[in-house]
């Protein structure tokens, strides 16, 4: 089993910045691949980026938001720049056992509990 915990959610203005980080235990996920997700309220969660033996990102967190992994501390970040109100979302950690990226919700097998993003005007 693989629990993760998000953390670094916050209140931020537009154009800021965030470092949402995701903290593995209980297996070393050197190689699974990691996921981010969104959801707002009232809309359906939704991809952002994932990592394995590569990267991928939405088309609308592309060339904002980095994600990486440090493997010596278990743990996956996202930078998030130039942040937009419509950035606002729970945003949640995802591994699944396989070093393909994977950018549907339904192909991960473990979830974190998420971090609040709130990004005002």
């Known amino acids: 089993q693989v629990q993760l915990v998000e953390s670094g959610g916050g209140l931020v203005q537009a154009g800021g910045s965030l470092r949402l980080s995701c903290a593995a235990s209980g297996r070393t996920i050197s190689y699974y691949a990691m996921g981010w997700f969104r959801q707002a309220p009232g809309k359906e969660r939704e991809f952002v980026a994932a990592i394995g033996w590569s990267t991928f990102y939405a088309d609308s967190v592309k060339g904002r938001f980095t994600i990486s992994r440090d493997n010596a501390k278990n743990t996956v970040y996202l930078q998030m720049n130039s942040l937009k109100p419509e950035d606002t979302a729970l945003y949640y950690c995802?591994?699944?056992?396989?070093?393909?990226?994977?950018?549907?919700?339904?192909?991960?097998?473990?979830w974190g509990q998420g971090t609040q993003v709130t990004v005002s005007q």
């Open positions: 995802a591994a699944e056992k396989s070093f393909r990226p994977k950018t549907t919700s339904y192909e991960y097998d473990y």
